[in-house]
């Protein structure tokens, strides 16, 4: 009986042990599918070398950004070496290594292995490795370990809302260059709004000309009455060039940039500078205002034409596969009223406006397809019928992801129930702060959060590609409150995407957080404290 005691008080300390050992000497976010803890630890110092075995471009981008991280955490410069068997950084493909995004880490106090099957993997090796960084001027000392690590879900992405609010391009290279560290691998911009049209359009430069400035801005709480506005012109929007340096940024830490642009329906700074898109005989002010918005586009071969030449432009700077094209929050209104619509249903034969929408959209995705990409929309796409290669983003919970995967259609789940960052984090803070939107979603409803949901089979559920957290910007004007907003909630979410289900443990993560944010602040990133050791 006493045996058994001592044995059962044995493992459990030894879990427990080993446990404590992963959070303080393996901070690593998000966790990986294995971990062994060894004794010792690799040294990176003057003499340090790098090998590997395929000279490809790809990879030359993993290993310049390793170099740099290296340089940049304590001023030391690694070798190019051609053979070596200590002091080196070694990197080989492996036929073990199954997915794209996966790799083995063997950390020895003589060498660092990285087996990979692509050079995606090998980036996300080097990930890891840093968030093992303990570094001087002189030296960076990583603790030995045997990791054998892949993502459960091939998307795992972030959204931020420029339209609302404009955020410097030195902000979002920061924005992505930490999203990258948390093995994110999606960066979706939303591009255009009511209140705001961002990037410029060489064929319409009055989108970014009129649409890209509004008057003034809504301040206060959304209940104040009456409404205050800041009396301040407010505006800016990014250069085709611009962009393209984004999209560099970001393909240099295997980031894909998905571009959003918003229609049919939030499309008021649009139709503010070509009123002639528009359903009614009118002009239209780039909106003051938050909400969901009345004007939208009208479904004329018009503006289908504008929509091709603003599509054949932006798709010359994103090179992803994928377009988003919003499709959220539509109202009918402007269509009913319109003679032009009602005929246009009739001469169709369409029942209703809302396959009206599903016609406007359908258009856009079959000239998108032409072009060679996939197009990804909000739920509201699925009413009035979708084709069969459009991505549904779920965010008015998880009805719309669950009926799209029964239809066999990909799915990204991003439920504002669970991943809508600019929700309040606490409910104190929600009663001491006045302006942010909807409820309290703290980062362990963030971090509970399933992206697969029950009610689907096995075979339906291949069709979810992964989680996506949002953050819409109505209430959030600066960088650091982005940053406050987004940090450390986007740990929870690249966790949840990454992570396997057996492996997630909320408490686990709190532990390795802790220790984990004293990157973000050498980085200068104002985080959220809520949840953390002060
Ligand atoms: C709904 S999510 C919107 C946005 C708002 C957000 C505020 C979605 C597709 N549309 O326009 O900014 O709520 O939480």
Not at 251 to 273: M, S, W
Not at 338 to 362: A, T
Request: hydrophobic share 40%; glycine share 6%.
């Amino acid at each position: 009986m006493k045996k058994i005691i001592s044995i059962t008080l044995a493992v459990f300390l030894g879990i427990h042990f080993v446990h404590a050992v992963e959070d303080v000497r393996y901070p690593i976010i998000p966790r990986p599918v294995k971990l062994i803890p060894k004794v010792g630890e690799f040294v990176i110092n003057a003499n340090t070398k790098i090998l590997s075995d395929k000279k490809t471009i790809e990879l030359k981008k993993v290993i310049d950004f390793l170099e740099e991280a290296v340089t940049v955490s304590s001023h030391l410069r690694l070798l190019d070496a051609s053979s070596g068997n200590t002091g080196v950084i070694v990197f080989e493909t492996d036929a073990g290594v199954e997915n794209e995004e996966g790799y083995k880490l063997s950390i020895s106090e003589q060498r660092i292995v990285v087996k990979y099957k692509t050079a995606r993997g090998a980036f996300m090796a080097v990930q890891t490795l840093r968030q093992l960084f303990t570094s001087n001027d002189k030296v960076i000392v990583i603790p030995a370990a045997e990791i054998e690590d892949y993502p459960r879900f091939v998307h795992r992405g972030v959204m931020l809302d420029v339209a609302r609010h404009y955020f410097p391009v030195d902000f979002i290279k920061k924005y992505i260059d930490l999203l990258s560290y948390y093995k994110i691998n999606t960066f979706h911009i939303h591009l255009n709004d009511d209140q705001g049209w961002r990037i410029e359009i060489k064929k319409y430069p009055k989108l970014q000309e009129i649409g890209a400035w509004r008057k003034e801005t809504r301040v206060g709480h959304r209940n104040d009455k009456p409404e205050i506005y800041d009396g301040k012109r407010y505006g800016g929007y990014y250069t085709q060039e611009e962009l393209k340096d984004i999209v560099a940024y970001a393909d240099a830490r295997f980031i894909t940039v998905v571009p959003e642009i918003d229609i049919p329906g939030h499309a008021q700074a649009l139709l503010a500078a070509y009123p002639q898109l528009g359903c009614q005989d009118t002009t239209y002010e780039v909106s003051t205002d938050w909400g969901v918005h009345k004007e939208i586009l009208c479904p004329k071969e018009e503006t289908f034409q504008f929509l091709e030449d603003v599509f054949d432009e932006v798709i010359t700077i994103f090179p992803g596969k994928y377009i988003h094209i919003g499709g959220d929050e539509v109202p009918k209104d402007r269509w009913k009223e319109s003679v032009f619509c009602q005929q246009l249903i009739k001469q169709l034969n369409l029942k209703d406006e809302h396959e009206l929408q599903s016609y406007f959209i359908r258009r856009v995705e079959k000239f998108l397809n032409s072009k060679g990409k996939s197009i990804i929309g909000w739920d509201e796409i699925l009413e009035g019928g979708l084709t069969h290669n459009a991505t549904v983003m779920s965010w008015r919970g998880e009805k719309g992801g669950i009926a799209a995967a029964k239809l066999g259609h990909n799915v990204i789940m991003s439920p504002n129930t669970f991943m809508y960052l600019d929700y309040y984090q606490t409910t104190e803070q929600r009663r001491r702060e006045s302006v942010a939107n909807g409820r309290a979603l703290p980062i362990d409803k963030v971090y509970s959060y399933n992206p697969v949901p029950d009610s689907l089979s096995t075979e339906e559920a291949k069709y979810i590609l992964g989680p996506q957290a949002n953050l819409w910007t109505e209430y959030i004007k600066t960088p650091e409150r982005v940053e406050l907003m987004t940090f450390p909630r986007a740990c929870a979410m690249a966790e949840v995407g990454w992570t396997a289900l057996v492996r997630k443990d909320y408490n686990d993560f709190l532990n390795r957080l802790n220790t984990n944010v004293k990157y973000l602040e050498k980085q200068k990133v104002n985080f959220a404290k809520y949840n953390l050791q002060q």
